[in-house]
């Protein structure tokens, strides 16, 4: 039976370097900067690339090698690279394949890094962006130029928690001969593959659920053999590789990553559904609620729903502060995908930079609240939940 034959579960934890004479059970770390040769031939074939072995961890590793292997497995993907952070894999990747005069279109609703990278630094090399609404998905043709290389989006996005149809959007790219990259963070390997609708390149922030519990960070980019070539060259020279410690930690986070997952995501949905019938949330948005506007795309591209809710809390940028001071057991951190739940209100905080108008351009209110959900009983979160809305309930009906 081949590796391939296997189950999701068993991929994640039986794909392993090979043993060492040592014969071990669980994979070492390979703390080493670089690796010997035997002699001059083997130096050179190896430089040439005639033989395909470990030179320079900037290069390789044994450690990033089978984290990179495992994500290939799960996603479907002919290759990858592994990266010191989620952007460091965003900007390699985008800078690898782009040139001075291209041109990128993307969904609106991308994390504030990213856009970044596309409205200040990209320009400076004359590489435009241009943004669509994930609304109004029949526009995104409308954007495409003859310099368009790339059509980029996140789904689900980052913080509304909106989802774009990723079959759409393999079409357009395939239509366009574009080369079509989706940020998978939010989903994870396990809940959705978007290389099985088209994708060219997905790339993870292996920092969140890939890690799971707040602990390193990482990157990582796969997909056609012929991209992900250029990328290695570009950052094998660049320098953002991951390090085989944190490459170690991210590929024995992912032998647990499926049951994870699965009550990240059980304990979302109930904490979507207690929020949906709070009187103090005006609404909730999580994929895998029915009221979801794009309830349906999920369903049908999405395993579960993933781990993120967002709910927008009545009163405004005032309320959302109050409700974080009022958060006893949750976490506030800029941070997600951890065992520990997590809420942060972007309006007063990650993207407090931005105008009103810019905000609501990609559904950020002025109440918005993300909340991370993580693993504990999921009763403690909605009770930390509750006493912080309630408390600023009764304010309200107090001031009045």
Known sequence: MSNSEFGFETQAIRTQTERSQYLEHS???????????????DMRASFTEEKERNIYSRFSNPNTSEFVEKICKMEGAEAGYAFATGMAAIYSTFAALLESGDHIVSVGSVFGSTHTLFTKYFPKWNITTSYFDINKPETIEDFIQPNTKILFAESPTNPAVDIIDLELLGQIAKKHNLILIIDNCFATPYLQNPIQFGADLVVHSATKLIDGQGRVLGGITVGREDLIREIYLFSRNTGPALSPFNAWVLSKSLETLPVRVEKHCENA????????NHPNVNKVKYPFLKSHPQYEIAKKQMRLGGNIVAFEIKGGIE???????KIQLCSLSA????????VTHPASTTHSK???????????????????VGLETVQDVINDLQQALGWFLRIKNYKK
């Open 319 to 325: 309320a959302g502060r109050k409700f974080l001071d």
């Open 27 to 41: 994979v070492p770390l390979y703390l080493t900067s670089s690796f010997v040769f035997e002699d001059a031939e």
């Open 354 to 372: 931005l105008s009103e108008e810019e905000r609501l351009a990609v559904s950020i209110t002025d109440g918005l609240v993300r909340v991370s």
């Open 335 to 342: 941070n997600l995908g951890d065992t520990r739940t997590i």
């Open 269 to 276: 949905l109930k904490v979507a559904e207690f929020l949906e």
